[in-house]
């Protein structure tokens, strides 16, 4: 004899089941919905455009950087990077697809920044405000963080951990440290002849210190 208690209850099998041979799980009403990690484009999303004028760069960068609502949150989108200067079009585009992915798949893109500033040029950096900037991709990390935080993605006093550049104290200064003090100064620009930070304006001509470039003899 079967006995059947109170509890019991007979649920319909649904075709996709018979099909299959799996059973659905039934959704916590409770539960809080947790972010996509691949958001699907839609055909209309918010941006802003942010300008890059940098001495890694001959011509000015727009960076362009577009966020979508999910959850009642901004969550970043896409990236894209445009300059005029065909020479790193290739670089910019995968910059653009590999960020994007990011964004589009990580639940905490917030780490991109950390591995973009991990990135040293090895002609050197420059002083930007007070700030010491290791290359092209650090100012892009830059950008990123700012657009974060004037969209509330973040916390506007959030910061991620920047390298730091150790930089030996010598009692006694020779002649080629001297030289590299020099050059490292925020004054002089990158070089096009040797693209050492060793350009500067002086007599009203650009020169080199590092290899004797002048726009004067062209």
């Not at 970043?76 to 960020?99: C, G, Q, W």
């Not at 020099?182 to 009203?204: H, Q, R, T, V, Y």
Request: with cysteine.
């Amino acid at each position: 004899m079967l006995t059947i208690n109170k509890e019991f209850k007979i649920r319909e099998i649904s075709s996709n089941e018979k099909q299959t041979g799996t059973k659905s799980v039934a959704q916590n009403p409770n539960s809080q919905p947790q972010p996509s990690t691949n958001l699907i484009r839609p055909d209309v999303v918010d941006a802003k455009v942010y300008k890059i004028k940098s001495p890694f760069v001959k011509f000015s960068v727009y960076i362009t950087l577009s966020y979508v609502w999910e959850n009642g949150k901004k969550r970043p989108m896409e990236i894209f990077i445009n300059s005029k200067d065909l020479t790193h079009s290739a670089e910019y585009a995968v910059l653009t697809r590999l960020i994007s992915a990011i964004f589009r798949r990580a639940s905490d893109p917030y780490f991109i920044l950390e591995e973009l500033r991990s990135i040293y040029d090895p002609n050197g950096g420059y002083f930007k405000n007070g700030k010491y900037i290791h290359s092209f991709y650090s100012e892009v990390a830059d950008v990123i963080e700012r657009f974060f935080k004037d969209e509330g993605i973040i916390p506007p006093d959030k910061t991620p951990e920047d390298p730091q550049i150790s930089i030996p104290i010598e009692t006694k200064k020779s002649e080629k440290s001297q030289q590299e003090t020099m050059i490292s100064d925020a004054s002089f620009k990158i070089c096009p002849e040797c693209n050492a930070k060793a350009l500067k304006f002086e007599n009203g001509c650009e020169f080199c210190v590092q290899c004797g470039y002048t726009k004067c003899d062209k």
